[in-house]
């Protein structure tokens, strides 16, 4: 069953909405265009408010959704998190689209919200933080992502090694990021 529903939640993840809501508006591959990141960042930047929060609404859904059907299933917590681990592996490595996906932010904080919801609320106070002082949306993700840790350790124990690894990957998806923010030429809103 857990092998199962990390099949279909690597299939789910692989759906990129941004490059679907793209496809379908007639807009740009934004793989292709501004950060050439197809995520709600780069859709804001390409194709405007409503095409952002449609992506971050699917993006969100598919990293929530497996955990929540792995829930249903009687499943562990630990269970849970490597099946949203799968999700968010399928958004970063979307088998529809030749592997080239997103940062997988999103898509981590849906899975966050079914693994255990109060950890969603002091993320995205942080997120909201760094990104208004800052007006830096990677450094907002990179800020924010590891407060969710502490919390997990305590509450959820079991779905802390998911969670350091699901770390580890995000921060290794924003390398490019990082180098830019050292140098000073990371893209600001």
Known sequence: MVWLLAILAYLLG???????LSQLS???????????????TNMLRIAGKRLAALTLLGD????????????????????????GLAAVSGHLYPLYFNFRG??????????????YPPTVLPVVAAWLLVFTLTRTSSL??????????PLLAWQQPEALLPMLLLYGVIVWRH???LHALFAGRERHF
């Open 14 to 20: 692989s759906l990129s909405f941004a490059i679907l």
């Open 26 to 40: 007639g807009g740009p591959d934004p793989r292709a265009c501004g950060s050439g990141n197809p995520g709600t």
């Open 60 to 83: 969100l859904g598919k990293g929530l959704l497996p955990v929540l059907i792995a829930q249903h299933a009687g499943l562990g917590v630990q269970q849970q998190a490597w099946i």
């Open 102 to 115: 997103g940062k997988g932010v999103a898509t981590a904080a849906g899975m966050l919200l079914g693994l």
């Open 140 to 149: 907002a993700a990179l800020a924010a992502t590891p407060l969710c840790l």
């Open 175 to 177: 390398r490019g990021n």
